[in-house]
């Protein structure tokens, strides 16, 4: 099920909010994904380098001390068009184009809807714009006044986005406002609507910031014919043709949508070509017509003209507030990796929703390697429920902090719980003068490791089989279960019932069985 099939509450597992009980929270929740973000301060900077949102800001300060206003609040007529020239929409000198004296209203009216100016009459009655109180440190950059403007104009234009995509066709007849029953009906369908554009835009900023979170640096572009895929198309399932007019209509209704956002830094868009649109054979309601089933796959260039879409740091920082708001959990990378080895280990273990990857690079990241290894390893120890994966994160870590941290691995080299790691470890490195481990260690070491690896793979079975198959299995299965079943870990018939319930020699499964019985009688 793609993230899109599903409701917004149980996307992202407000359980509290929508009255969800511990037994439903399996079914329900798909978790949010980690994101990285930049510094709040960098935020800051790329907010205020939007055009409309500077706009709004310089013609804020213009209002000082104050400047005369309709009863509407909007620039009267004398000062429109040098509002266009202070922004540098139109010369200095000759009329000011119409579509920049447009411009500057539009500015100026989100200056008004963010309370960079205010409105007020005084008492001649006049009516007047004063600057705000947000406009000082906003035009200084205090990162938190400036993120919670362009929080509030990023939502402001979401809200007019979908409200322009609701209006009624050309041609439709807008409700008069009167009390009878054929109005109530076209409300009720504009009403409508707008709520599936809202729906719509909402699972298309969803995905857009999942996909986001798991691309590769310089890969987060993506093709507005694939993300209308991904909110129709069931998840392994290739499309039909049925389905291909479904996305059809899906990028023509976001088209204007993501253009709206673009516009406040929150995505980049390219749109669809208009020349897509040309009608043929004078069907009206044309669309742009995409490549049928069957025919070969466009080139980048020709993609392109389908439209493209990349959501911006802004963009994630806005989605991301939008869903904490909202009460769901929205983590960022690294947040996990503020505190100390066992800290860092025990958090990525018991986090439902956590890149392990991300939080070790981070911890590591600056840190004097012996030291940092040191740390990790005696947070690796224990014998409770996690340690194994415990062990397995630290095990990452040390090859983040690579050849350096070799001292404080051979430190353990004797240890029952880490000493099979540490030894693989170095090997790895290429270390020749290693000592072999006892057999007691290999095969703690072993039902450890893939311990481990039930616990992260949350017992994937397709997963498990190729460790399975890896194990050194002997022509004498019976011989080689005999010493497994005797290993003093917590996991140790845990692993022999995954191994007889999934290996495919059933020599081998039948012995895993019985070795794993044996374990737990023993227990």
Request: glycine share 8%; hydrophobic share 45%.
């Amino acid at each position: 099920m793609l993230p899109a099939d599903l409701e917004l509450q149980d996307l992202y597992g407000a359980f509290a909010a929508h009255g969800l009980d511990d037994e439903d929270l399996d079914d329900a929740a798909v978790l949010v994904p980690p994101v990285k973000l930049p510094a709040e301060a960098e935020l800051a900077a790329q907010a205020k380098a939007v055009p409309i949102f500077g706009y709004a800001l310089k013609l804020a300060r213009w209002a000082a001390p104050h400047r005369a206003v309709d009863e509407f609040g909007d620039l009267t007529g004398p000062d429109r068009e040098p509002a266009a020239r202070l922004l540098g929409l139109a010369p200095e000198q000759g009329d000011a184009p119409e579509e920049a004296v447009v411009e500057a209203m539009r500015a100026w009216s989100l200056a008004c809807d963010l309370d960079l100016v205010e409105i007020g009459t005084t008492a001649a009655g006049e009516h007047v714009a004063v600057p705000g109180p947000d406009l000082e440190p906003a035009e200084e950059g205090d990162p938190e006044t400036v993120l919670e403007l362009w929080l509030t104009a990023a939502g402001i234009v979401r809200e007019l986005a979908v409200e322009a995509d609701s209006l009624p066709e050309d041609g439709d007849e807008e409700p008069s406002g009167e009390e009878d029953e054929e109005d109530e009906e076209q409300l009720a369908q504009v009403e409508d609507a707008r709520d599936e554009a809202a729906e719509l835009l909402d699972e298309a900023l969803q995905v857009l910031y999942e996909t986001t979170a798991f691309a590769d640096p310089g890969s987060e572009t993506v093709p507005l014919g694939v993300l209308a895929a991904l909110l129709v198309v069931p998840e392994g399932e290739e499309p039909s043709e049925e389905l291909l007019g479904d996305i059809t209509d899906v990028m023509v209704a976001l088209d204007p949508m993501l253009g709206d956002l673009s516009e406040l830094g929150l995505l980049e868009y390219r749109p669809i070509d208009p020349e897509l649109f040309d009608e043929e054979e004078g069907e009206e309601g044309a669309e742009p017509a995409g490549p049928a089933v069957g025919e070969e796959p466009l080139d980048e260039e020709e993609s392109a003209r389908f439209g493209l879409v990349r959501l911006t740091p802004l963009g994630q920082y806005g989605i991301r507030q939008w869903l904490l708001e909202d009460g769901y959990d929205a983590p960022l990378v690294g947040e996990l990796a503020q505190g100390d080895a066992a800290e860092l280990l025990s958090a990525v273990c018991e986090a439902a929703n956590v890149l392990p990857e991300e939080e070790l690079r981070v911890w590591v990241t600056g840190r004097e390697p012996v030291a940092a290894a040191r740390e990790l390893l005696a947070a690796a120890r224990g014998s409770d429920a996690y340690a194994p994966m415990r062990r397995m994160l630290c095990q990452q870590a040390l090859t983040m902090l690579g050849e350096p941290a070799g001292p404080a691995v051979r430190e353990v080299l004797d240890d029952p719980e880490l000493g099979g790691g540490a030894r693989a470890w170095l090997v790895g490195l290429g270390a020749t003068d290693v000592p072999v481990p006892e057999r007691t260690m290999v095969l703690w070491t072993v039902i450890d490791t893939f311990a481990a690896q039930l616990l992260d793979t949350g017992g994937d079975a397709a997963l498990l089989r190729e460790l399975i198959a890896e194990l050194p299995v002997t022509g004498n299965p019976a011989s080689y279960f005999g010493e497994l079943w005797r290993v003093d870990h917590p996991y140790t018939a845990d692993v022999l019932d995954t191994v007889g319930e999934l290996h495919l020699d059933r020599a081998v499964a039948k012995e895993a069985r019985k070795a794993a019985f044996k374990a737990r009688s023993k227990s």
